[in-house]
């Protein structure tokens, strides 16, 4: 059960790296600055796109790692 969860936490703490690092940048840069706020597609549509689903993931991805290192810890006293 200890190598179970080992790897699992490797595999957790892997693909929790990837998806951090698959996010787009949340900085605008001049872009934001000079142009003001402009409704295009992606801003009406946020709650569909990957930008959401990658935020979404990582919460669960981090939550399932926390959970697993405390059962790990737990099952190791």
């Known amino acids: 059960?200890?190598?179970f969860l080992t790897i699992l936490e490797y595999v957790l703490a892997g693909s929790l790296i990837v998806t951090v690092m698959?996010?787009?940048?949340k900085q605008e840069?001049?872009?934001g600055f000079i142009g003001g706020a402009q409704d295009t597609f992606f801003s009406?549509?946020?709650g569909r796109t990957s930008e959401v689903m990658f935020a979404r993931l990582?919460?669960?991805l981090a939550i399932l790692l926390a959970l697993n290192t405390i059962l790990k810890i737990g099952r190791a006293h």
Do not use: F, H, Y
């Open 22 to 25: 698959a996010q787009p940048s």
């Open 1 to 3: 059960m200890e190598t």
């Open 29 to 31: 840069g001049l872009r």
């Open 44 to 46: 009406r549509n946020k």
């Open 58 to 60: 990582t919460v669960i």
